[in-house]
């Protein structure tokens, strides 16, 4: 099967000085965007202060968040905040990989009565595209998410990899 998305996930080391992070230790994390991916970093605390402009206009998203113990069951680390910024972030993203996890970011949103949808409208290339806005701002500034038509299995798959890169269960 073809991958109709891409992202490079977390590897449980520093992604400059490759330090192992232990469970419990705090660190930075972040999503940049690549040119057909989203690829997630880790940092630990002393590089994350030398993250030079290059590598910060990259990016995405960051946070704080700490390296789980195995035994400890995954949990939602992200906040709502960050799901609406990276949502919002990647309104211009063109190549499928990121159309699909903008899609299903707003239907994460969406259950979360964060983000409303208005109507469906057709885009230039007759694509469908749900016309949404936030709940938290006017009704008028409009977010246009273009439905990629993926299938329920297609759906899990990509929660799967959101969840992995923002370490939430999205299901
Ligand atoms: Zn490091």
């Not at 006017?138 to 990629?148: N, Y």
Request: glycine share 4%.
């Amino acid at each position: 099967m073809v991958k109709d998305y891409n992202i490079r996930k977390t590897s449980g080391q520093c992604s400059i000085c490759e330090v192992q992070l232990a469970p419990g230790t705090e660190f930075t994390a972040t999503v940049s965007e690549g040119p057909d991916e989203l690829i997630r970093h880790d940092y630990c605390d002393d590089c994350s202060e030398s993250l030079d402009e290059a590598t910060s206009a990259a990016v995405l998203c960051k946070w704080r968040t700490v390296v789980p113990h195995p035994e400890e069951k995954k949990k939602l680390l992200v906040s709502n905040e960050l799901l609406v910024n990276l949502f919002e972030r990647l309104s211009e993203a063109r190549d499928p990989a990121k159309i699909n996890f903008r899609y299903v970011l707003a239907l994460v949103l969406m259950r979360k009565k964060l983000l409303i949808y208005d109507r469906m409208t057709t885009n230039d290339e007759g694509q469908e595209v749900w016309s949404m806005h936030l709940k938290a701002s006017d009704p008028g500034d409009t977010h246009l998410v273009i439905d990629p038509k993926l299938t329920e299995d297609q759906i899990t798959e990509v929660s799967n990899s959101l969840g992995e890169i923002m370490e939430g269960d999205f299901e």
